[in-house]
């Protein structure tokens, strides 16, 4: 539904005012997550949760990168709700004492996010909605359940794909419309908001059948 | 006929290179049919390969210059043997060219001096 509204959003043009409440909604969310995320970080490089079990720093390994690019996304994409939260799954996600540990791979993550040996790979995203049991869900995941099942009722899917060595993520979302959503480093042109000599790690979004419809056209240089 | 703009920097690259290249493409988005028609598998998950010579490689750039497929290309590298020649990336939008290939002026004005492409000092 959400991409179906962004549909009719971009042809008609949107309201005014609709669209600048959801704007100001999406970048306070976003800025919240990002910065949850950069708390998270600091946390990790201070040794907070050195005494936590390793699955756990697994976790918050994984939430501080997810949480970081959800909230650059919402800031910056305010129309892609859809993948901002799914990106943004793990930020909720309450860890039970005895259950396995959804890990990065889940989501196509690889080298930025180190993950340890007892952590349990899971088949994808839908693996995770399975796998999670409903008192574990915090409001956030259950948000996002709840969307994936409502793409997925619309006959919608959610697929990770193969990564190429300089990928971290690379999801096609496909509802109404198709989207790629990718983090990769390369060597990005001047023209959208690279150096276009050294290789940098940034945020695709294609929007098909016309991804340049997109802000820098779905650009997004990180850290 | 609808001549599709994306394909520019790919089309150009294409005219310059030889005839006989290895076309190594990460598409997971595509559905042009005609195209992955031409794909196999390679060791790679991520890429699939199409092998191009003369014939094939004019069928594929009339293809590309009018079905907007060119955009769904997130990465990909082109080689002649082991020698890789041209990457690109993003609906190759953007490119690295080797410095080893030959380069006419034209296509240093169209792709070069307007930052489309640049030239790869290591290979």
């Keep these: 539904m959400v991409l179906a509204q962004y549909a ?7 309201g005014m005012s609709g669209a600048y409440l959801r704007r100001q909604k999406d970048l ?30 697994d976790f918050h390994k994984i939430s501080a990168a997810l949480g970081e690019t959800a909230g650059i996304m919402q800031m910056n994409k305010p129309a892609l709700e859809i993948v901002t939260t799914a990106a943004s799954m793990m930020v909720g996600v309450e860890i039970p004492a005895s259950a396995p540990l959804v890990t990065g791979t889940s989501f196509g993550l690889k ?6 040996e007892n952590a349990v790979t899971l088949g994808g995203l839908n693996s995770v909605v399975k796998q999670t049991s409903a008192e574990t869900l ?3 995941v259950q948000k996002v359940v709840n969307m994936m099942s409502e793409i997925k009722a619309q006959g919608g899917t959610i697929t990770p794909n193969p990564l190429s060595p300089n990928q971290e993520l690379n999801l096609t979302i496909k509802s109404i ?21 050294t290789p940098q790690r940034h945020m695709n979004v294609d929007l098909y059948p ?12 990180l850290e | 006929m609808i001549m599709i703009d994306d394909s520019s920097l790919l089309i150009s690259v294409f005219k310059i290179l030889p005839d006989d290249i290895d076309f190594y493409v990460q598409a997971p988005s595509l559905e042009d049919e005609t195209i992955l028609n031409m ?18 490689k004019r069928f594929f750039i009339n293809h590309l210059e009018t079905h907007s497929a060119v955009q769904y290309f997130q990465n990909i590298e082109i080689k002649n043997g082991d020698t890789l ?12 060219l080797s410095k080893n290939v030959k380069m006419p002026e034209w296509f240093k004005e169209k792709c070069i001096d307007t930052g489309d492409c640049t030239i790869s000092n290591d290979w």
């Design chain 2, 85 to 96: 020649l041209f990457q690109g990336f993003d609906g190759i939008e953007f490119g690295i």
């Design chain 1, 210 to 221: 016309d991804k340049k419809v997109l802000p820098n056209s779905g650009h997004k240089i």
């Design chain 1, 138 to 140: 915090s409001p956030n």
């Design chain 2, 39 to 56: 794909m196999d598998n390679t060791g790679y998950a991520y890429y699939k390969l199409i092998k191009l010579d003369s014939l094939k």
């Design chain 1, 28 to 57: 306070k969310q976003g800025a919240e997550t990002y910065k949850n995320s950069r708390v998270e970080q600091a946390n990790l490089q201070a040794g907070n949760y050195d005494n936590q079990p390793a699955p756990a720093q």
């Design chain 1, 111 to 116: 080298s930025s996010v180190s993950l340890s």
């Design chain 1, 177 to 197: 419309e198709k989207m790629d959503f990718r983090i990769e480093t390369h060597v990005v042109p001047t023209k959208y908001g690279g150096n276009g000599v």
């Design chain 1, 8 to 14: 009719a959003g971009r042809r008609s043009g949107g």
